[in-house]
């Protein structure tokens, strides 16, 4: 496996790589702890093109379903018909990486400032090419029951895509 790492390598994706680094400590969120480019990995990208790189069949379903979740109350589109609904939009703009402070979210136990980051980048091969991209894992506290020390109260999932909604909708 780490030969045809190897064999993709290029010396420019550490040239680039470190590109979105400094470009990604450029923008932080005061208080929030988040650190996230000013400009996306993938603009515009279009969302059947998320769906074939980030590997994330069901994406344009769980979009419109949260979406449809702002709807005011007489205008929410029904279950059955949510799948046939047309998004307002056919791109979006794509990041690959953020970085977040521990610190902010209550996990300060030794005084020391921790940053950590979460990648949703897909691979440059072909996208039925399992191997390829990186898609981190997550554990997010669902609800105010979390535990620091087990899984109770908590989700994990992969990170599959990091998106910003159109400023309109």
């Given at each position: 496996?780490?030969?045809?790492?190897?064999k993709?390598?290029?010396?420019?994706?550490?040239?680039?790589?470190?590109?979105?680094?400094?470009?990604?400590?450029?923008e932080?969120?005061?208080?929030?702890?988040?650190?996230?480019?000013?400009?996306?990995?993938?603009?515009?990208?279009?969302l059947?093109?998320?769906?074939?790189?980030?590997?994330?069949?069901?994406?344009?379903?769980?979009?419109?379903v949260y979406?449809n979740?702002?709807?005011?109350?007489g205008?929410?589109?029904?279950r059955?018909q949510?799948?046939?609904?047309?998004?307002?939009?056919?791109?979006?703009?794509?990041w690959?990486?953020?970085?977040?402070?521990?610190?902010?979210?209550?996990n300060?136990?030794?005084?020391?400032?921790?940053?950590?980051?979460?990648?949703?980048?897909?691979?440059?091969?072909?996208?039925?090419d399992v191997?390829?991209?990186?898609?981190d894992?997550?554990?997010?506290?669902?609800?105010?029951?979390a535990?620091?020390t087990?899984?109770?109260?908590?989700?994990?999932?992969?990170?599959?895509?990091?998106?910003?909604?159109?400023?309109?909708?």
């Amino acid at each position: 496996m780490f030969e045809t790492y190897l064999k993709d390598y290029h010396p420019t994706e550490v040239k680039r790589e470190q590109k979105e680094q400094d470009a990604l400590e450029s923008e932080t969120c005061p208080g929030v702890g988040l650190a996230i480019s000013k400009k996306p990995a993938s603009p515009s990208q279009p969302l059947s093109s998320i769906i074939s790189k980030h590997r994330c069949p069901s994406f344009l379903h769980h979009l419109r379903v949260y979406l449809n979740r702002f709807l005011p109350r007489g205008e929410a589109i029904s279950r059955i018909q949510l799948s046939h609904a047309c998004l307002p939009f056919h791109q979006l703009d794509v990041w690959h990486t953020f970085k977040f402070s521990l610190d902010t979210l209550g996990n300060d136990v030794d005084g020391q400032e921790e940053i950590d980051s979460v990648r949703a980048k897909p691979g440059k091969g072909r996208a039925e090419d399992v191997g390829d991209g990186r898609f981190d894992v997550v554990v997010v506290a669902q609800s105010d029951e979390a535990e620091s020390t087990g899984l109770h109260g908590m989700k994990v999932g992969r990170l599959k895509v990091i998106f910003r909604l159109p400023n309109s909708i």
